[in-house]
C-alpha cells in the first residue's frame, strides 16, 4: 500500500488564563499545535510541527502563541527597568502587577517580575493592605504613613 500524502493535524498541547488583546478580559486559553501527519497503512504518525497557536475560550479568536507575552518590549531589562522605577516613585506592589497584566503579561509571570523588583523588604499600608518598597514614605491611594 502507498503511503498517504502529509496533511496536518492540531493537538492540544496546553491551557492557561491570559488577558485577551481581543476581546481584553482575563479569560481562558487553550493551547494547539499544528503538525504534520503521515499515514503509512492505518497508522498515523505525528511529524514536525508546522506551528504553535492559542485559541481564547471568550472570543474564539485564533492568535499567535506569542500573544500570551502581550504587547510588551521582549527586552527583560527594559522591563525590570521600567518597574523598579515605578515601585520607586510609589506604586504599590499590586499595581505594578495589575499594570503588567493588564498590557497582556500572564499574571504569574508579572508577580515573579514585580517580585524580584521589589525585594524582600517591603512596608504595608494597614488600611489599604497595599505592599511598597521600604523607601516609600505614604500610601499613594489613602496617604497613610507606612510603617518599617
Same mark, same amino acid.
Given at each position: 500500500? $502507498?503511503?498517504?500524502?502529509?496533511a496536518?493535524?492540531s493537538?492540544? @498541547?496546553? %491551557?492557561?488564563?491570559?488577558q485577551c488583546?481581543?476581546?481584553? *478580559?482575563k479569560?481562558?486559553?487553550r493551547?494547539?499545535e499544528?503538525a504534520?501527519?503521515r499515514r503509512?497503512l492505518l ?5 514536525e510541527?508546522v506551528e504553535n ?5 471568550k472570543?474564539g479568536r485564533r492568535m499567535k502563541?506569542e500573544d $500570551?507575552?502581550g504587547?510588551?518590549p521582549?527586552?527583560?531589562?527594559? @522591563?525590570? %527597568? ?5 515601585l520607586?516613585?510609589g *506604586?504599590?506592589?499590586q ?8 498590557a497582556?503579561?500572564?499574571e504569574g509571570e508579572a508577580?515573579?517580575?514585580?517580585n524580584a ?17 521600604d523607601?516609600?514614605a505614604?500610601c499613594?491611594r489613602c496617604?497613610?504613613?507606612?510603617e518599617a
Open positions: 500500500m $502507498l503511503d498517504a500524502p502529509d496536518t493535524k493537538y492540544e @498541547i496546553g %491551557s492557561g488564563e491570559f488583546p481581543n476581546c481584553r *478580559t479569560t481562558k486559553y493551547r494547539y499544528l504534520r501527519v503509512i497508522i498515523r504518525f505525528r511529524g510541527t497557536y492559542i485559541i481564547c475560550e472570543c502563541d $500570551l507575552r504587547n510588551l521582549r527586552d527583560t531589562g527594559a @522591563i525590570l %527597568s521600567a518597574i523598579k522605577n515605578q520607586k516613585g *506604586t504599590s506592589i499595581e505594578a502587577v495589575e499594570t503588567l497584566v493588564n497582556g503579561m500572564p508577580r515573579g517580575m514585580v523588583c521589589a525585594g524582600i523588604v517591603l512596608k504595608k499600608c494597614r488600611p489599604c493592605s497595599l505592599s511598597y518598597l523607601s516609600v505614604s499613594k496617604g497613610h504613613l507606612l
